[in-house]
């Protein structure tokens, strides 16, 4: 059974500074791997998407690696902003599913002025 | 171009009562999944919809819980009766298709409705 854990479970950061989110899996057995964002009382917005066949993914200020072998994702944000204060989120997706996401209970990030 | 609408937005309800949650997806999307996302925890997949025929639903509690997706656009959730334990918020996402990249793999995920079993 996939288990997708994020530690940790909340970062604190001066505006400025980079910041780096941590995803592991269990199964490496993967199809991609997305990253979502979730603001208070919001749904999800999706930022980044890697297919398995991937090493990175890129968006303006946000880079996102995989490394299937380890079971490892890692969100970057450079140059953090107040904006970027939110819960991100990382799920997978199994080579053996019709779609369905496999996420992590995400990590909180609050970007202080 | 609109996005996944919900509604209610909030619901407070007596346990064993039952409850409906609507969801209309992104005009378009042949996929549409409701997921239950339990305070401090992420989303869990309770059933996921091909058009109007159901792909997985290995985590819906068929005892209480009931979804239709009628006509492959809207979509309802049923709980009934309600638990304390169901008290979360519900998400409907939508996208393209089930496989062949990014741009059919992104989910949509609509704003969500709050939940309280008293």
């Known amino acids: 059974k996939q288990e997708v854990t994020q530690i940790p479970a909340a970062l604190s950061v001066p505006e400025g500074e980079n910041l780096v989110l941590n995803c592991s899996f269990t199964d490496s057995a993967i199809y991609n791997l997305q990253w979502f964002r979730q603001d208070p009382g919001k749904g999800l917005t999706s930022l980044l998407l890697i297919q398995s066949s991937q090493r990175e993914q890129t968006s303006g200020r946000l880079n996102a690696s995989l490394d299937k072998s380890s079971g490892r994702s890692t969100l970057y944000i450079a140059a953090s902003q107040p904006g970027d204060s939110a819960t991100y989120l990382c799920a997978v997706k199994a080579t053996d599913s019709w779609g369905k996401l496999q996420f992590g209970a995400g990590t909180q990030v609050v970007v202080t002025p | 171009e609109a996005g996944v609408a919900q509604s209610p937005r909030y619901k407070i309800i007596e346990k064993r009562q039952s409850v409906a949650f609507w969801c209309n997806p992104i005009s378009g999307h042949a996929t549409l999944y409701w997921y239950q996302q339990i305070l401090g925890q992420g989303p869990k997949l309770l059933i996921q919809?091909?058009?109007?025929?159901?792909?997985?639903d290995s985590q819906l509690p068929k005892d209480r819980f009931s979804a239709e997706r009628l006509k492959g656009v809207d979509s309802t959730l049923k709980i009934q009766p309600a638990k304390l334990e169901d008290s979360a918020v519900y998400l409907c996402?939508?996208?393209?298709?089930?496989?062949?990249?990014?741009?059919?793999?992104?989910?949509?995920f609509g704003p969500g409705t709050r939940l309280t079993v008293l």
């Open positions: 996402a939508s996208s393209l298709g089930l496989a062949g990249g990014p741009e059919t793999d992104t989910q949509y």
């Open positions: 919809f091909q058009n109007n025929g159901v792909v997985d």
